[in-house]
T-cell receptor
């Protein structure tokens, strides 16, 4: 069984630029999550999708972050414009039962 | 507010020694509890989980954790660690709340 795929693995941008991350969940997993993991901290949930609908986006900074999952499969997370404090690893996870999550390898973003 | 607290940011230990990584959760966290492990440059992997039933849960690689409702704890233990256990360990609970992580460093 293929795991959660994410791309790119690494990205370096300057502040005020925009960036997008892509995630392809495990086949059949209806629930998809995006997390932000700042160095030295645990992951923080940004947004949770159930199929193509948003379940929870209470911690998503909506003035600069957006996410979509148009066909209920893969998802894109975008930051526009980026700030220095957005430097982090962005993790995507998927779940079949909304209990056990399977994580991708993450995208490491550096904003200079 | 819901919270999960890992009491140690770093735990250095010698190979074959026992180890305990401590995790406390707030009583407002619904009682689904997890331990995840993160090896360098990799994503998080589920180590073990407590959903209901027996309060002692075990992983396939020798780790165990005990759900203690009265102490609101879910500490992770292993009686004898190996070099390959060196990693970051995250406790998580309830509605996707993660602790800050504990870096386990096993030295020869």
């Amino acid at each position: 069984e293929a795991g959660v795929a994410q791309s790119p693995r690494y990205k370096i941008i300057e502040k005020r630029q925009s960036v997008a991350f892509w995630c392809n969940p495990i086949s059949g997993h209806a629930t998809l999550y995006w997390y932000q993991q700042i160095l030295g901290q645990g992951p923080k949930l940004l947004i949770q999708f159930q199929n193509n609908g948003v379940v929870d986006d209470s911690q998503l900074p909506k003035d600069r972050f957006s996410a979509e999952r148009l066909k209920g499969v893969d998802s894109t997370l975008k930051i526009q414009p980026a700030k220095l404090e957005d430097s982090a690893v962005y993790l995507c996870a998927s779940s079949l039962d909304q209990v056990e999550q399977y994580f991708g390898p993450g995208t490491r973003l550096t904003v200079t | 507010a819901q919270s999960v607290t890992q009491l140690d940011s770093q735990v250095p230990v010698f190979e074959e020694a026992p180890v305990e990584l401590r995790c406390n959760y707030s009583s407002s966290v619904s009682v689904y509890l997890f331990w995840y492990v993160q090896y360098p440059n990799q994503g998080l992997q589920l180590l073990l989980k407590y959903l209901s039933g027996s309060t002692l849960v075990e992983s396939i690689n020798g780790f165990e954790a005990e759900f203690n409702k009265s102490q609101t704890s879910f500490h992770l233990r292993k009686p004898s660690v190996h070099i390959s256990d060196t990693a970051e360990y995250f406790c998580a609970g309830g509605k996707l709340i993660f602790g800050q992580g504990t870096e386990l460093s096993v030295k020869p």
